[in-house]
């Protein structure tokens, strides 16, 4: 078990990291994916102290610098769930877990909102992770939306098990073999079918068994259940603890303004405070 585990290897979860890190406390990065891939892709940021008129991608080495010269190096690894456990929490990513003592959620911001009905089905035939669930729908028949390139992988996975209906819809995006492509469709809501779930689009009605979500980002209200959002982000006090105890967040996730330079700010503040909360419980063992 660590002290602290950051999900998300944005602005605002380096800073964290780094500030847990000179704490001396121990930790776990989860970059996912994407990571910094939001950084570099600006053109150029004016507003950044010290930093005038700074590109994304000299930004972006200066963060990987600074993490390589102070010995952090982030899980390339995806969070899917986050599970209380009393005074720890259990997060994993396909059948891998790990414990923490405290959390820290700077995931960003979801670029789509959830679908109508999909929170209320996670579970009961909607999935955001094929190595979780794909053996539970072995013999059947899924549908995959796939937001991000990430998506081809999981569904080339699903295939090994069952029939699978895809449905790419990011830009530039590739058909996968062996499944069945269906392209110009916008997804709308999500429905629950006497057996299995029915999807419903700009252009028709699918069913499936299961709907497998694949995109960037899952709403925090999904991650960790019980969490308190609103529209879509993490509420947080001024010290950025949510109303989960040892659960902190910072960046984008907590609300506008969606800047790197207030994603770093809140990013240390999450840090030293996770600091304390571990602090907290060193004190009560001694």
């Given at each position: 078990?660590?002290?602290?585990?950051?999900?998300?290897?944005?602005?605002?979860?380096?800073?964290?990291?780094?500030?847990?890190?000179?704490?001396?406390?121990?930790?776990?990065?989860?970059?996912?994916?994407?990571?910094?891939?939001?950084?570099?892709?600006?053109?150029?940021?004016?507003?950044?102290?010290?930093?005038?008129?700074?590109?994304?991608?000299?930004?972006?080495?200066?963060?990987?610098?600074?993490?390589?010269?102070?010995?952090?190096?982030?899980?390339?690894?995806?969070?899917?769930?986050?599970?209380?456990?009393?005074?720890?929490?259990?997060?994993?990513?396909?059948?891998?877990?790990?414990?923490?003592?405290?959390?820290?959620?700077?995931?960003?911001?979801?670029?789509?909102?959830?679908?109508?009905?999909?929170?209320?089905?996670?579970g009961r035939g909607v999935s955001y992770?094929?190595?979780?669930?794909?053996?539970?729908?072995?013999?059947?028949?899924?549908?995959?939306?796939?937001?991000?390139?990430?998506?081809?992988?999981?569904?080339?996975?699903?295939?090994?098990?069952?029939?699978?209906?895809?449905?790419?819809?990011?830009?530039?995006?590739?058909?996968?073999?062996?499944?069945?492509?269906?392209?110009?469709?916008?997804?709308?809501?999500?429905?629950?079918?006497?057996?299995?779930?029915?999807l419903t689009t700009d252009s028709g009605?699918?069913?499936?068994?299961?709907?497998?979500?694949?995109?960037?980002?899952?709403?925090?209200?999904?991650?960790?259940?019980?969490?308190?959002?609103?529209?879509?982000?993490?509420?947080?006090?001024?010290?950025?603890?949510?109303?989960?105890?040892?659960?902190?967040?910072?960046?984008?996730?907590?609300?506008?303004?969606?800047?790197?330079?207030?994603?770093?700010?809140?990013?240390?503040?999450?840090?030293?405070?996770?600091?304390?909360?571990?602090?907290?419980?060193?004190?009560?063992?001694?």
């Amino acid at each position: 078990m660590v002290d602290v585990a950051i999900v998300g290897g944005g602005p605002a979860g380096i800073a964290a990291a780094l500030n847990v890190n000179i704490r001396g406390l121990t930790m776990l990065l989860f970059s996912g994916p994407n990571g910094l891939g939001k950084v570099k892709s600006a053109k150029e940021i004016p507003n950044y102290l010290g930093f005038p008129n700074v590109n994304g991608e000299k930004l972006a080495g200066a963060y990987e610098e600074h993490m390589r010269l102070t010995g952090i190096l982030p899980l390339m690894k995806t969070i899917d769930h986050i599970y209380p456990m009393g005074d720890y929490y259990a997060l994993t990513s396909g059948d891998e877990m790990w414990e923490a003592r405290s959390v820290i959620l700077t995931t960003g911001v979801m670029s789509q909102k959830p679908l109508i009905g999909e929170e209320e089905l996670i579970g009961r035939g909607v999935s955001y992770c094929a190595t979780c669930d794909g053996m539970l729908y072995k013999g059947g028949h899924v549908i995959v939306l796939g937001y991000e390139e990430s998506a081809v992988e999981e569904c080339e996975y699903l295939l090994k098990l069952m029939k699978v209906t895809y449905f790419p819809l990011y830009k530039g995006a590739k058909e996968v073999k062996g499944a069945e492509n269906i392209n110009g469709n916008k997804p709308v809501s999500l429905k629950k079918a006497e057996k299995g779930v029915i999807l419903t689009t700009d252009s028709g009605e699918y069913h499936g068994d299961c709907v497998f979500i694949f995109r960037s980002a899952i709403a925090p209200g999904t991650l960790l259940m019980g969490l308190d959002t609103e529209n879509g982000h993490i509420c947080v006090s001024r010290d950025l603890s949510t109303n989960l105890p040892g659960v902190f967040a910072a960046g984008d996730v907590t609300g506008l303004p969606y800047q790197i330079a207030k994603a770093v700010g809140e990013g240390a503040t999450a840090g030293l405070n996770a600091n304390r909360y571990i602090q907290s419980f060193k004190r009560a063992d001694d």
